[in-house]
């Protein structure tokens, strides 16, 4: 069920917001979360094409980018990429997904949070 802007909800687990990468952390502590159960506001809602089908493609492609394949490996992974969107597509979770942004108590405003990691407060 999709929130309504200005709905109070709270995480329910912990969401990273910072990378783990620690060269981009240059010796400071990290990665910083914000804990489960921490509750806020919805102050915004995006509506998104896709859901897991799209995050499987969007991994494929990931995976497969900046290649430099010859025109026939390059006809195969395109095949496979079809094969996936068919196999995808044909089951439930394709069409569209909401993410929110939330102003938490503490004061952190994070965006793209999906729909399972909030519940109502």
Excluded: C, W
Excluded at 21 to 38: I, M, Q, V, W, Y
Excluded at 55 to 66: E, K
Excluded at 93 to 113: D, I
């Amino acid at each position: 069920m999709p929130y309504e802007i200005g709905a109070k909800v709270k995480l329910t687990g912990d969401v990273q917001v910072t990378p783990d990468d620690p060269a981009g952390r240059s010796g400071l502590p990290g990665p910083l979360f914000l804990s489960e159960g921490l509750g806020g506001i919805v102050t915004g809602v995006a509506q998104e094409a896709g859901g897991p089908a799209q995050d499987h493609l969007a991994s494929f492609d990931q995976q497969v980018r900046g290649g430099h394949l010859d025109a026939f490996a390059a006809s195969l992974v395109e095949d496979l990429r079809q094969k996936l969107i068919g196999a995808v597509g044909a089951g439930t979770g394709v069409g569209t997904r909401f993410t929110y942004k939330v102003r938490f108590e503490n004061g952190f405003v994070l965006g793209g949070l999906e729909e399972a990691r909030l519940a109502s407060a």
